[in-house]
């Protein structure tokens, strides 16, 4: 003979569940807090297209100019 399922038994397995379900919301909002801290950390040590731009721009100019010196030495 199958046993009843008491309205208290219920509620004490939705309990456990929500308690569980709980736990596990918390264990990844402590994940994500970390994973806004490295990408925080991430976005301050990148460089800009800007900077980049710069960076590059200048580099030719001295390449140009290195070449420019080498030309007129073997003329």
Do not use: H
Not at 54 to 65: P, W
């Amino acid at each position: 003979m199958e046993k009843e399922i008491t309205n208290n038994e219920i509620f004490d397995v939705l309990v456990r569940f929500a308690k569980d379900t709980d736990e596990r919301f918390d264990a990844v909002d402590i994940r994500l807090d970390k994973l806004e801290g490295r990408m925080g950390r991430a976005e301050a040590l990148m460089v800009t297209k800007d900077y980049l731009d710069d960076k590059l721009a200048n580099l030719e100019g001295r390449m140009v100019q290195m070449v420019d010196r080498k030309i007129a030495l073997a003329c």
